[in-house]
């Protein structure tokens, strides 16, 4: 069975061909360069991008999987949640391609297939379901920070959410304090790298609560003022490491401890990480450590199915396919807020 | 060629398909708000027609100006089906369709097609229309208010006209139209050259210059 899959959420063109639970081809066009002269994704460029991209990132994912279009036997493309004008690029196009042959269509919740793409490893890249068990799912990216409970494959409820900034738009609102360039979750990464994590103090928010919630807002505004009340403290190199460090240390601790605290409390024996944030090179380390000590096997996506692409859109699909789901009809309609259960 | 046009650009949208210029056959959908049913349209219309999926060699696409969403999703659409299939893609200007709509319609002489620009302005373009033809005079610009009121009697049509102008004439960009602008063109594009027309140059705000990359 041969999957084509298309993922136009945000900012990144992907289109993914996958058979038989590997991933033939995924290409991505990112749009990051544009997007950060104005310090953030412009929805309106986005939308327009998708369009110019699309198709020459699909001809590219044919030609690299060496596969045509004749071949496909089923299509997907995330339905939501995303920037409306940017998932309706994708989301018709996939429509009519379903349409126009005749084959069978899923639209895919973007934080549904997040929760599998730490399944998919090793290279060429393929799915591991048959090692699949039930685990506590961190997706943590730039739009969003949640735990799910992933109890069988596609049967899961979310545990909880973040109440206001996703940790990613901590990371990326610290960085524009700082006058780091957008995106910069990496540079922080980069910095904070010769920095020390214990220099400045900042809080943990709802680190003891309990709750599997999160809320990052708090520790941003902790971060502004900080930087006010110390002036020029980010112009001297070293500091700036620190503070980095320091920052991010502070939503590293409190994604991986609760993180950690929702498995040991469900009694699941995995947990698994994905989403752009789950780059961070801090976070994957103490992941790590954290799981080993609680003696849980821990599953983080690979970097390149951390941030936004099609293969873990074609991987569910296909899943969703042999697991005989319910198919979505061709004239379904994007859902920019479509939360997951 | 059997041309499936669509024209998404305006809030009535529609879908027809010509196989030939004597036979086209159209959907109009009228029904209020956003969403729409593009290929329950296009499954209504083929069925009309007598047509199967795969007998379409060609989609129009009116792209506009108009409203960005339904041209895009047009645009989207068509390119979905060219990489399945590798059909012919054209793309037409919906201000032509109405042109051609009003001098189809029986409308003479020169008329200014008027669209919502938003931000207070409009899309002008002025036609000619004589029997048999339609001309365009003075291509597609964005202006203000003042500049549609001082070019005096000259009829004003267009999708929303009454609205700002009460004495114009409403018409929407049609896909029957746009198949039969279709049926006369051969400067096909490859999907990834398909875009709304973009008139107004982008304002975005940029960021200041970061210290650290």
């Known amino acids: 069975m041969i999957v084509l899959a298309f993922e136009t959420s945000c900012d ?68 939501g949640p995303g920037l409306p004008n940017a998932l309706m690029v994708g989301l018709k196009a996939a429509e009519a391609f379903a349409f126009a042959v005749g084959k069978p269509f899923f639209g895919i919740n973007h934080h549904e297939a997040h929760l599998y793409s730490p399944w998919i490893t090793g290279s060429p890249a393929h799915a591991e379901f048959e090692r699949f068990e039930p685990n506590v799912s961190l997706i943590v990216s730039g739009g969003h920070t949640m735990l799910v409970d992933v109890q069988s494959e596609l049967q899961h409820r979310v545990l909880g959410s973040t109440m206001d900034d996703a940790a990613g738009e901590c990371f990326d609102k610290t960085g524009k ?28 928010p709802l680190r003891n609560e309990d709750n599997h919630d999160f809320s990052f807002s708090g520790l941003k505004t902790s971060v502004r003022y900080f930087i006010r009340d110390h002036p020029g403290l980010a112009d001297d190199a070293q500091q700036l490491r620190d503070l980095c460090a320091s920052v991010q240390a502070a939503i590293v601790d409190v994604l991986v401890t609760k993180t950690v605290r929702a498995a040991k409390k ?40 951390c941030t936004d692409n099609a293969a873990m859109v074609g991987i569910l699909a296909e899943r969703k396919m042999k697991l005989n789901a319910a198919l979505t009809e061709v004239d379904a309609e994007i859902v920019p807020n479509w939360s997951l259960a | 060629m059997k041309i499936l046009a669509l024209d998404f650009s305006s809030g009535q949208r529609s879908v027809a398909v010509a196989c030939g ?36 060699e060609c989609i129009a696409v009116g792209v506009g100006p108009g409203s960005y969403t339904g041209i895009r999703a047009g645009i989207a659409l068509a390119q979905g089906w060219q990489l399945a299939t590798g059909l012919k893609l054209l793309g037409i200007s919906s201000v032509e369709a109405i042109a051609a709509q009003a001098q189809s319609d029986g409308l003479g002489g020169v008329v200014n097609v008027v669209l919502d620009a938003q931000r207070g302005e409009f899309y002008l373009a002025t036609w000619e229309l004589t029997e048999g033809t339609a001309r365009e005079l003075e291509p597609l610009r964005i202006v203000g208010r ?37 049926s006369t063109r051969s400067d096909f594009i490859p999907g990834e050259k398909l875009e709304p027309i973009y008139l107004r140059e982008t304002s975005f705000v940029k960021a200041p210059l970061p210290r650290i990359v």
């Open chain 1, 12 to 79: 990144e063109t992907s289109v993914a061909l996958v058979r038989d639970g590997q991933v033939l081809a995924s290409v991505v066009s990112s749009q990051v360069k544009m997007h950060a002269e104005y310090g953030g994704v412009v929805p309106e460029l986005a939308a327009r991008e998708h369009l110019r991209n699309l198709l020459p990132v699909a001809n590219s994912a044919f030609e690299l999987a060496g596969v045509t279009a004749r071949d496909v036997d089923v299509v997907a493309a995330t339905q």
């Open chain 2, 21 to 56: 210029k004597a036979h086209v056959r159209e959907v109009i959908d009228t029904s209020p708000g956003k969403a729409m049913k593009p290929f329950a349209m296009i499954e209504s219309v083929l069925e009309a027609a007598n047509l199967t999926r795969a007998k379409v």
């Open chain 2, 146 to 182: 003042e500049t549609i009121e001082s070019s005096g009697d000259r009829p004003l049509i267009g999708p929303e006209v009454t609205k700002w102008f009460p004495h114009g004439r409403l018409l929407h960009p049609r896909a029957a139209t746009i198949a039969a602008l279709a």
């Open chain 1, 177 to 204: 304090l700082l006058g780091l360039a957008y995106p910069a979750g990496p540079i922080i990464d980069r910095l904070a790298e010769q920095g020390n994590p214990s220099a400045f103090q900042f809080p943990r």
């Open chain 1, 266 to 305: 469900l009694g699941v024996r995995c947990v698994t990480a994905s989403g752009g944030v789950t780059c961070n090179r801090s976070l994957r380390r103490e992941l790590e450590s954290a799981c080993r000590r609680a003696h849980l096997t821990l599953r983080l996506a690979d970097a390149a199915l």
